[in-house]
């Protein structure tokens, strides 16, 4: 095939899979009615050929920022490896997971797994087939058609809410049916060896006059990174089903003692079996992290006796339609609505809800807390663009999540950088500066400023433990808090981090510049001026002190000042990324390397050659750099190919890890035509819509934000900028212009403009 019909072929055929897999779904399956979550492709970013090349996404049903994720398990998980792969062709079971991101451990799962016949318990031996075309997957509903190995065949229903996941098997031709639950498995450590495993031991209790099968897991991948134990840590679950038990039993690395009710230990897993005549069975798991009693009550809650499948899935359905169907897309083909719907889809996963019933177990300080709380947050990827996105569409969460962030430093004595359960040091910087001067700047309420400050300002203050001696390299194990590691050596008194000191200095320091400008930020709103000089001075020096002027690129350096070679000390990037990498304070970035038409020039070498990364955060805002330094038209044609070479509606559609939602807002964000390049400055760059029109009803928004941008797809040049009205001539949008709704009309161009291009325009 010639590279056109090739192209042809690619386009037809998943053309024809949006139509199949919509046809799929049973009408009970799509209410309410909306369009927006129809567009959704649960599998995008599922693919991709390695680990890094992989969104990291499975099409799991669950509701938004949801405790618990359903998805079917074609995989055993680990750090690099999640629960689905699109490539296999068996499912071992539905697993309720908690791995936030590809590159993050499981942690406290529970795994239901339908079967007939002999009860089959090891993930290979209980792997059953099943027809790739007959699967059906939405955002709440997903089902599919497993084989059974002595005939007959098992179709498996699934939806879930936040803490309770529900699940339907229909046996048809199959005698002896039965379900087993999963407590615990062998723990593979990580990618290095997957033959170096742990052992968690759980607990089970089967009570057939109450259909329960209920248990506990503390399997935590990551325990062996990070500061905090949480010795206590354990998922529970309550597994209830409808039908009475014909027997039961526990199975224990591969022994099954039938009829016993409890058991603890590794390689835990209990079953009840039903009647010949058994055709249906409906299981709701509740989940917690609190105790199997809680787990209970949150089927209680969320999915009550009587509750059937079609009622979960609509609630589920409903809840994300409240948010989608708030943006409305005018001017896109089918293709370009699911890979946008998707992206939205994707943002409103993550952080993910902690807290059951106004409870919460802390696992800094391993006790049961009051209050609401949430884990999985990726702050060095989510404060870029994804924390911006959630202000605006999610806004309800904000206090909740800041207020969590809060109760981490109460409890753990900082604000996290990674938290998946607790803090695991993965990534550099404290960006939760950011993430908490920017909810001050955007007015988000509802949380203890004064403690917040005194978070943030112990974050760009005090060093971690040993901070002259341990490197803190990337997921080093038995060592503290790592926050702003380097911080004592050099960078309080010259600016930048050692890299003979630590790993990844480069980045460290142009990391803690930005961080400390947040602190600065922060300062100012509330009223401490001397802070806000002194960390806006340190955020003003700290990144030209590696900038070496010989060779006009960002360069580590050692704790004697020499610089320690252009390839050193840099984390998912390079020099010519991090050069870019001042977003406080492009001005002095532009003079340091030579003026606005120089740098323009490094824009321009950058990009031709082949240095721009958007698989990887640190690329992100550069492409927007061009319209600040005025040459908006060069940058409007640059964002248009990065996100036509990144983002799509194939399995493939995402080139990076999703990273708990950055990719995919920069795709949200682009499409708007603007991006938050400094997210504390309250100010987004604008750069190129992508549609015809887009509104965006905000919630507790005035009137609606109206982004209208005719011809868009054909013309990616901005010819000229209205917002109410009023000629926008800088490449600049306050948040105030659309927080509150606004009219923002584009005029758009097939050919390069001369609109905030002055630089070259000549
Ligand atoms: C899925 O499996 C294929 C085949 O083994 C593998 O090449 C690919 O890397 C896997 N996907 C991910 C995201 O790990
Ligand atoms: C993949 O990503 C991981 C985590 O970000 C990183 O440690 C590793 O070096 C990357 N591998 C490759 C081949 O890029
Ligand atoms: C197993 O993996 C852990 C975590 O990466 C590591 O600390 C440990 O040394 C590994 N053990 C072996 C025997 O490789
Ligand atoms: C499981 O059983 C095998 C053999 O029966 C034994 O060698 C192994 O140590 C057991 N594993 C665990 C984790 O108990
Ligand atoms: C299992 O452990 C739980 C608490 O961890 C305990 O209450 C129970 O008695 C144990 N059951 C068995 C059979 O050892
Ligand atoms: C169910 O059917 C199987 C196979 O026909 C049979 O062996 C088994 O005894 C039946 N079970 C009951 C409880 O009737
Ligand atoms: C910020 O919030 C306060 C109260 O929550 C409100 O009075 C004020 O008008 C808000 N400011 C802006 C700019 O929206
Ligand atoms: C690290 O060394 C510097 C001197 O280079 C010193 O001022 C600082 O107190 C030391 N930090 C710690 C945590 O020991
Ligand atoms: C800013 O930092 C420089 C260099 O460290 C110092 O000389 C100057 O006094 C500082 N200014 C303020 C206002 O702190
Ligand atoms: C280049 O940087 C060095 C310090 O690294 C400084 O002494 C020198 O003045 C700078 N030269 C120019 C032209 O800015
Ligand atoms: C979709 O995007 C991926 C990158 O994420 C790319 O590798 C792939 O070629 C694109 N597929 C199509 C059909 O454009």
Redesign the pocket.
Known sequence: MGRLSLAYA??IH?LLAVAIKQQNVPLAFRQPESKAVDYVDTLIGNG?DSPNGSGGMIPSTAPPFAMTRWVAQTDVNYVSVTPYNSTRRTISGFQGTHQPAIWMGESGQVVVVPGTGHVRVGFVERAMAFSKEEEVHTPSYYSVKLEQAEGGSIFAEQSASSRVGHLRFTFTDTTQPYVLLEATRASVMGSDDPTNVTYPSGTLTIDPAGREICGSNPERQDFIIGPNSAQGFAGYFCARFDQPFAAFGTVQNGTVRVSERTRNGTLLAGYAAFGNSTDIVDVRVGVSFISVDQARRNIEREAPDGTTLEETARRTRAAWAEKLDRICVEGANGEGLTTFYTAVFHTLQYPYEQSEDGHYYSGYDDEVHEGESYTGYSIWDIFRAEWAWLILLAPERLPGMVRSMLQDYTEGGWLPMWKNIVETNIMVGTHADSLIAEALVKNVSGFDSALAYEAVRKDATVPPANDNTTVYADRQENVGYEVRAGLSSVYEQRGWVANDIHSEAGSRTLDYAYDDYAVSIAAALLRHPADASFFRNRSAVAPFSIYNNVTGFMEARDADGRFAGEDEGWTEGDKWIYSFDVVQDIDALVTARGGLAAFVRTLDAHFDGGHNDHTNEPSHHIPYLYAIAGAASQGQARIRSIAQ????S?L????GNEDCGQMSAWFVFSSLGFYPVNPVSGEYVVGSPFFDKITVDLPGAARPLTISAPRASRAPYVKSLKIDGRNVEEPFISHWDIADGGDLVFEMSDKPQRWASGTIAA
Not at 652 to 655: D, P, Q
């Open positions: 690619v386009v998943a991709g070479a990144n983002y799509n194939s493939n559609g995402l080139s």
